[in-house]
């Protein structure tokens, strides 16, 4: 028989569980290679298939990569599409998933809808975290095949981390239905019997699987991961036993033990995890070894015990910072379990990484993890103060937002939404120091002029894309304000009920007796209280600037569109959209002092009419325009004339229209600078004061 068909059997009967005769078709197809037959392009793919399928299952045959891969530089060159389709695959699979796209593109490019393609593709980029993109393609694949069990898993496992159960669970039935024996659908089948506590159906479930293939580890892998999605580590440690328990030469559930025992503390058992998994696999896994590498290193670090901690810090750095960290996790402890009214269970594995790699090893697998701390609900990892340069972060109130998760993960069993225990360790900072917290203001009244105040529902979704920086902040903004107008005891009581896996809209039901559109309206109106005030310009959306360029399309007559679009211009410097729309605002009311400011900012957006642009700001401000940047603009052009007492002036007003203006934005700088070069070191000092009370972390 031709190789490929000899092969293609092996993988049925491996599908199967049987491995011993699997193993016996790809030998066969092995020796045909070796003795010179299977030599046509679609054999030689068969051939690497094979020799690939040996390596996993035979660690004996280990080390064979490279030969293994010249076989199919042939198959390459003549544009097999399964031949790019595998070699994609070796490389997401040997974590080279950034050689995915180079090895697809010829073929995509020629067939953009290659099903096959778009699934290697979609569980490269998911292996990357780069979950919007995996999604992409997985949707892609399914546009072609709505039942491509592969797309549908890929697609699934991420609703599933999202908190999309319905979504999951209706694509896994769907597919089903069309391909009933297909392992892995029936394996993601298992996961809601899981999560809803049946425990006899989700045994069912994985039987369903084992009837099909005794050694698939499936079941328990795909509820286990999405377990460890959810923070429910111990649970996902006891569904990786049974995986491996089904199948003891599979790395992956190995794995999986490995990182679930990790983020429990228990660093020995997760050790010998991963040393099993890695001696299991024929592939490189850059997580698994950066975890192991973190735990040799670790085994170095000095560790101490407190009342409550276990901590961990560098021997460089122990003498220095031990009794600090000592300090500070107890009294944090101390403080919240009077807050909270709970006890967590300890002792807490506290982590102090002198290098910051470490941190991001330690806590992810990988290197460049942008946070500074991160909490698995009993053990905290966190950066060093001195693992970045000098004021790049406060440790202390790090390590108190760290240690506020830890009572919102061990008191929900680790159920708690992002949302809700990001906002309420930022609420926490904010609480045991004003200053701690990052204030932003600025990006609030955009949001709020813009619309892009996330709703309840939404805010999860957030933490995952670019502005997740806004995210933690509207999620602090929505605990300061639920603790003001509900007060504390409803906060637990959320808790709670996320505890019980209640989800975001029953919580809010019972707790606050608001649905999620009433939760969001009342949330608006306080943050509209909160910039009540101020004033400062929005920075507009893209969305906004399509509406204003529209409208001012659309109506010659419609003023405040036209100046709407041309600011939102300006700020992108787009000049010439905007002298049009100015023009046509012009024409409609000449002497706007909105015109006016405009009119100067459109000068000044030029290097060559700087006179002209900031007189039009003076005469827009004496004509009753008045607002933070305005005051700043004309501040700095006051002082760069040396009419100094004018710029003190406009710097005071722009304290009032922006109370809370942090860092480089913050008048009050300016102010102590120039107020000490006149002489006047009293009230110099007091504007340093009120900027050390607003943020310490800027000084
Ligand atoms: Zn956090």
């Known amino acids: 028989a031709p190789a490929d068909a000899v092969a293609a059997y092996g993988e049925y009967l491996r599908s199967r569980g049987r491995r011993k005769e699997a193993m016996a078709r790809f030998q066969e197809v092995n020796d045909l290679w070796a003795s010179g037959g299977a030599d046509a392009p679609a054999e030689r793919v068969a051939v690497v298939r094979a020799r690939f399928a040996i390596m996993e299952m035979d660690p004996g045959f280990q080390g064979q990569m490279n030969a293994t891969l010249d076989i199919l530089a042939e198959p390459l060159r003549r544009g097999l599409p399964e031949a790019s389709v595998l070699?994609?695959?070796?490389?997401?699979?040997?974590?080279?998933?950034?050689?995915?796209?180079?090895?697809?593109?010829?073929?995509?490019?020629?067939?953009?809808?290659?099903?096959?393609?778009?699934?290697?593709?979609?569980?490269?980029?998911?292996?990357?975290?780069?979950?919007?993109?995996?999604?992409?393609?997985?949707?892609?694949?399914?546009?072609?095949?709505?039942?491509?069990?592969?797309?549908?898993?890929?697609?699934?496992?991420?609703?599933?981390?999202?908190?999309?159960?319905?979504?999951?669970?209706?694509?896994?039935?769907?597919?089903?239905?069309?391909?009933?024996?297909?392992?892995?659908?029936?394996?993601?089948?298992?996961?809601?019997?899981?999560?809803?506590?049946?425990?006899?159906?989700?045994?069912?479930?994985?039987?369903?699987?084992?009837?099909?293939?005794?050694?698939?580890?499936?079941?328990?892998?795909?509820?286990?991961?999405?377990?460890?999605?959810?923070?429910?580590?111990?649970?996902?440690?006891?569904?990786?036993?049974?995986?491996?328990?089904?199948?003891?030469?599979?790395p992956e559930a190995w794995f999986s033990l490995g990182r679930n025992l990790l983020n429990l503390g228990d660093e020995e058992g997760a050790k010998a995890a991963l040393d099993r998994a890695a001696k299991a696999d024929p592939w490189r896994c850059i997580f698994r070894e950066n975890f192991r590498s973190v735990l040799d290193e670790l085994a170095t670090y000095a560790t101490g015990r407190t009342p409550n901690f276990e901590i961990r810090i560098h021997r460089g750095e122990d003498a220095v910072l031990r009794p600090l960290y000592e300090r500070a996790l107890e009294s944090s402890y101390e403080d919240l379990r009077k807050r909270y009214g709970f006890t967590p269970e300890t002792p807490i594995l506290a982590e102090v990484f002198r290098d910051a790699a470490d941190f991001s090893a330690r806590t992810l697998g990988v290197p460049g993890f942008g946070a500074v701390g991160a909490c698995f609900g009993k053990v905290v990892t966190l950066d060093s103060p001195g693992a970045l340069p000098p004021g790049a972060f406060c440790w202390r109130a790090t390590a108190h937002h760290e240690m506020a998760h830890v009572f919102h993960l061990q008191m929900t069993k680790g159920r708690v939404?992002?949302?809700?225990?990001?906002?309420?360790?930022?609420?926490?900072?904010?609480?045991?120091?004003?200053?701690?917290?990052?204030?932003?203001?600025?990006?609030?009244?955009?949001?709020?002029?813009?619309?892009?105040?996330?709703?309840?529902?939404?805010?999860?979704?957030?933490?995952?894309?670019?502005?997740i920086q806004w995210a933690y902040y509207q999620g602090g903004l929505m605990c300061d304000w639920l603790e003001r107008e509900f007060g504390l005891?409803?906060?637990?009581?959320?808790?709670?009920?996320?505890?019980?896996?209640?989800?975001?809209?029953?919580?809010?039901?019972?707790?606050?007796?608001?649905?999620?559109?009433?939760?969001?309206?009342?949330?608006?109106?306080?943050?509209?209280?909160?910039?009540?005030?101020?004033?400062?310009?929005?920075?507009?959306?893209?969305?906004?600037?399509?509406?204003?360029?529209?409208?001012?399309?659309?109506?010659?007559?419609?003023?405040?569109?036209?100046?709407?679009?041309?600011?939102?211009?300006?700020?992108?410097?787009?000049?010439?959209?905007?002298?049009?729309?100015?023009?046509?605002?012009?024409?409609?009311?000449?002497?706007?002092?909105?015109?006016?400011?405009?009119?100067?900012?459109?000068?000044?957006?030029?290097?060559?009419?700087?006179?002209?642009?900031?007189?039009?700001?003076?005469?827009?401000?004496?004509a009753g325009r008045d607002h933070y940047d305005l005051r700043m603009m004309l501040a700095a052009d006051a002082e760069g004339a040396g009419r100094l007492e004018e710029a003190v002036e406009h710097w005071r007003k722009a304290k009032l229209h922006l109370p809370r203006a942090q860092g480089r934005a913050d008048p009050r700088r300016e102010l102590a600078r120039v107020l000490a070069a006149q002489g006047k070191p009293g009230e110099a000092l007091r504007e340093l004061e009120e900027m050390a009370a607003i943020g310490e972390s800027d000084i």
């Not at 926490?428 to 120091?433: G, M, T």
């Not at 041309?566 to 605002?585: H, M, N, S, Y």
């Not at 006016?596 to 000068?603: D, F, I, K, V």
Request: aromatic share 6%.
């Open 417 to 467: 939404p992002r949302w809700f225990t990001e906002g309420l360790s930022v609420h926490e900072e904010r609480l045991a120091r004003p200053s701690w917290v990052r204030v932003m203001d600025r990006e609030l009244a955009s949001a709020l002029a813009n619309g892009e105040v996330h709703g309840l529902l939404e805010l999860d979704g957030a933490f995952r894309g670019p502005s």
């Open 87 to 250: 070699l994609a695959d070796l490389y997401r699979r040997h974590d080279q998933t950034e050689k995915v796209p180079n090895a697809l593109r010829p073929l995509l490019e020629r067939n953009p809808f290659h099903v096959e393609a778009l699934v290697v593709a979609a569980r490269a980029k998911e292996a990357r975290f780069e979950s919007g993109e995996a999604a992409e393609f997985a949707r892609k694949a399914l546009s072609v095949d709505p039942v491509h069990p592969g797309a549908v898993e890929v697609l699934a496992l991420l609703r599933h981390g999202d908190g999309d159960r319905r979504g999951a669970e209706e694509m896994v039935r769907k597919a089903l239905a069309a391909h009933p024996r297909d392992r892995g659908l029936l394996s993601l089948a298992a996961i809601p019997e899981w999560l809803d506590g049946r425990r006899d159906a989700f045994e069912e479930a994985a039987k369903r699987v084992l009837a099909v293939d005794p050694t698939c580890a499936d079941p328990f892998l795909h509820t286990a991961r999405v377990l460890e999605d959810r923070r429910r580590f111990a649970e996902a440690v006891e569904l990786s036993r049974r995986a491996a328990e089904v199948d003891p030469s599979d």
């Open 489 to 622: 005891p409803k906060i637990l009581e959320m808790l709670r009920l996320y505890g019980e896996d209640l989800g975001n809209e029953e919580v809010v039901r019972r707790a606050l007796g608001l649905s999620p559109a009433e939760f969001d309206a009342s949330f608006l109106r306080y943050c509209g209280r909160l910039v009540e005030g101020w004033k400062v310009r929005p920075r507009w959306s893209e969305g906004k600037f399509k509406e204003f360029r529209r409208r001012s399309g659309a109506d010659p007559k419609d003023l405040e569109a036209h100046l709407l679009f041309a600011e939102a211009c300006l700020q992108r410097d787009k000049a010439i959209d905007a002298g049009t729309a100015l023009a046509r605002a012009r024409a409609v009311a000449p002497q706007d002092p909105f015109l006016t400011e405009l009119r100067g900012l459109l000068q000044l957006s030029g290097t060559k009419a700087r006179e002209q642009g900031m007189a039009l700001l003076r005469e827009a401000l004496a």
